[in-house]
T-cell receptor, first 116, second 108 residues
Framework: GAVVSQHPSWVICKSGTSVKIECRSL??????MFWYRQFPKQSLMLMAT?????????EQGVEKDKFLINHASLTLSTLTVTSAHPEDSSFYIC????????????FGPGTRLTVL | GIQVEQSPPDLILQEGANSTLRCNFS?????LQWFHQNPWGQLINLFY???GTKQNGRLSATTVATERYSLLYISSSQTTDSGVYFC??????????FGKGTKLSVIP
């Protein structure tokens, strides 16, 4: 149980284009999902907290107009990187917390974004 | 915000050896999780352990919340144990703060 999927697993795009990444909780409902970014050989940094039916909360230094987050249902959150540039190339990972219950988070397999 | 320190940063073990990874945190927590990140980047949940002791096969973990540290024990290590081990903590909100990780290499 508690499986989280992400799609796509990797994407290569041209500079200036937008990329959408989906995060789904497959066998549980998640009122809260999280988006992280991980640069090579570094730790995970929280970008934003996504709450179903409300606006996302962004961490300091994360541009909300560049990283658009939509949490449309209890099982789906999307991250759209708008007008991507090479410096946005990174590994993006989502996680989901079980609705109710304890605070444990379950992580998706990640999406590797390369912007040319 | 809360600070998380993991040690050692790197660890090389012979197959079959035991190891202890440490996670220190700077404030009271209501969530502490240990993860193993495999070579493909997937974070594998090892333990949810804001306090107490748990065991799962060759792995066990102990969190002493009053002294603000947690330990992850790996016994009889195998090459498949290689990867990065992260400790992540939460305090108050649901958000997790990650340590910088311990990179474990198990050699045959």
């Amino acid at each position: 149980g508690a499986v989280v999927s992400q799609h796509p697993s990797w994407v290569i795009c041209k500079s200036g284009t937008s990329v959408k990444i989906e995060c789904r909780s497959l066998d549980f409902q998640a009122t809260t999902m999280f988006w992280y970014r991980q640069f090579p050989k570094q730790s995970l940094m929280l970008m934003a907290t996504s709450n179903e039916g409300s606006k996302a909360t962004y961490e300091q230094g994360v541009e909300k107009d560049k990283f658009l987050i939509n949490h449309a249902s209890l099982t789906l959150s999307t991250l759209t990187v708008t007008s991507a540039h090479p410096e946005d190339s990174s590994f993006y990972i989502c996680s989901a917390k079980l609705a109710g219950g304890r605070n444990e988070q379950f992580f998706g397999p990640g999406t590797r974004l390369t912007v040319l | 915000g809360i600070q998380v320190e993991q040690s050692p940063p790197d660890l090389i073990l012979q197959e079959g050896a035991n190891s202890t990874l440490r996670c220190n945190f700077s404030d009271s927590v209501n969530n502490l999780q240990w993860f193993h990140q495999n070579p493909w980047g997937q974070l594998i949940n090892l333990f949810y352990i804001p306090s107490g002791t748990k065991q799962n096969g060759r792995l066990s973990a102990t969190t002493v919340a009053t002294e603000r540290y947690s330990l992850l024990y790996i016994s009889s290590s195998q090459t498949t144990d290689s990867g990065v081990y992260f400790c992540a903590v939460g305090a108050g909100s649901y958000q997790l703060t990650f340590g910088k990780g311990t990179k474990l290499s198990v050699i045959p």
